[in-house]
């Protein structure tokens, strides 16, 4: 489905849930945009941790998408059906 500015809706899984996001957007503005402010947690303190710079130098973004650990989802375009998953 296409909204206004032609962009396409498309869904995909967090953490085995069924969301929407559009085609092409980084993966941690999908996710953003859905409410999702936690992709992942601290190994050593448990703390949730999300989104932080945004371009890639921080790597507190990290997800598993479609089987691959440690991507960060900021750099990560959104694809149909992609299952993403907190690590």
């Not at 500015?5 to 085609?23: D, L, M, V």
């Not at 932080?52 to 149909?80: D, F, M, P, S, W």
């Amino acid at each position: 489905m296409e909204n206004q500015n032609h962009e396409k809706e498309i869904s995909f899984t967090f953490n085995g849930k069924r969301i929407k996001g559009i085609e092409g957007q980084p993966i941690a503005a999908a996710l953003m945009a859905n409410g999702i402010r936690a992709i992942r947690t601290c190994t050593v303190t448990g703390e949730p941790r999300g989104i932080y710079c945004g371009i890639g130098h921080c790597y507190e973004c990290r997800a598993t998408v479609n089987q691959k650990r440690n991507i960060r989802t900021c750099l990560k375009c959104l694809e149909e059906n992609m299952d993403i998953k907190s690590e």
